[in-house]
């Protein structure tokens, strides 16, 4: 099992001796898992989460995010319980987008929410559906197919920003895209990274996307189910894509699905 140490850095996600089971214990999904994400305050990082299906990368995610209580071990998000004023915002495969409200209205959704007056939230939405290249379909209802599947997510990452989260969890967010949208997207992700000194958790089946996107990847075996590898991506924080034919880069995605084999090949 892989070893998290404690250091004397603050852990923005602490996940400690984690069960899941249904059935009364008799389906255990999740045993002796740790997860301790370092805070990393004026910087963020991208962190990964690697796993065959069924593995409970999902069930982190909505621990992390609140939605749901492990049977056994704690969850702590910046060192407290996971409550309702954590700052935690989460991105979904599928659209997640309200299809009766526009896209600005969409994205001006967290804002709605904390009491924030239209006009403001209305001007912060339209700084945000700029930043993900969405201009000029605001007015548009936020539904499949006025808007493309990658519009659709485009709206997802915008609501996401808006709140201004100090945890970014994204569930295989690009899995439904066609590969070139995928590649724009991955993009752009890269683009506003930088602005928002978030702490990122995004789950994917895509190694190269993993290793293209992440600062740290960790690798989950199959249920009963813990983290089992940690890499740690040492490119260069500023990627293009001209990153991906760099040696290093063929080498990383390399190791890593040499991992995921010997991963897949534990019980
Ligand atoms: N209510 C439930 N009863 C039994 N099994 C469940 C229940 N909810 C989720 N699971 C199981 O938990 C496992 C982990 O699910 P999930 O976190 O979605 O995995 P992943 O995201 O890695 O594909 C799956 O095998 C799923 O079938
Ligand atoms: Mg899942």
């Known amino acids: 099992m892989l070893d998290f140490k404690d250091t004397e850095l603050k852990n923005i996600i602490e996940l400690r001796g984690i069960t899941q089971s249904y059935d009364n214990g008799e389906t255990v999904i999740i045993k002796d898992l740790n997860f301790l994400i370092e805070d990393k305050p004026a910087q963020g990082q991208f962190v990964v989460i690697l796993g065959m299906s069924g593995c409970g990368k999902s069930t982190i995610l909505r621990y992390i995010a609140g939605l749901q209580e492990p049977t056994a071990g704690s969850v702590l998000v910046n060192g407290q319980p996971v409550g309702a004023d954590n700052r935690v915002s989460m991105v979904f495969q599928q659209y997640s987008s309200l299809p009766w409200m526009t896209v600005l209205d969409n994205v001006g959704l967290a804002l709605r929410y904390k009491g924030v007056p239209k006009k403001e939230r209305d001007e912060k939405a339209m700084e945000l559906i700029e930043l993900v290249g969405l201009a000029g379909h605001?007015?548009?209802?936020?539904?499949?197919?006025?808007?493309?599947?990658?519009?659709l997510q485009r709206i997802a990452i915008a609501r996401s920003l808006i709140a201004n989260s100090d945890i970014?969890?994204?569930?295989?967010?690009?899995?439904?895209?066609?590969?070139?949208?995928?590649?724009?997207?991955?993009?752009?992700?890269?683009?506003?990274?930088?602005?928002?000194?978030?702490?990122?958790?995004?789950?994917?089946?895509?190694?190269?996307?993993?290793?293209?996107?992440?600062?740290?990847?960790?690798?989950?075996?199959?249920?009963?189910?813990?983290?089992?590898?940690?890499?740690?991506?040492?490119?260069?924080?500023?990627?293009?894509?001209d990153t991906k034919r760099e040696q290093r880069f063929v080498d990383l995605v390399r190791e890593v699905e040499d991992r995921m084999i010997s991963v897949a090949q534990l019980g």
């Open 168 to 241: 970014l969890l994204m569930d295989e967010p690009f899995g439904a895209l066609d590969i070139q949208t995928r590649i724009q997207m991955q993009d752009l992700l890269l683009s506003i990274l930088h602005r928002f000194h978030s702490t990122i958790i995004f789950v994917t089946h895509d190694i190269s996307e993993a290793v293209y996107l992440g600062d740290d990847i960790y690798i989950m075996k199959s249920a009963p189910s813990h983290f089992v590898e940690h890499i740690k991506v040492d490119l260069p924080l500023e990627r293009s894509r």
């Open 138 to 151: 605001e007015h548009k209802f936020a539904q499949y197919p006025t808007l493309s599947g990658g519009q």
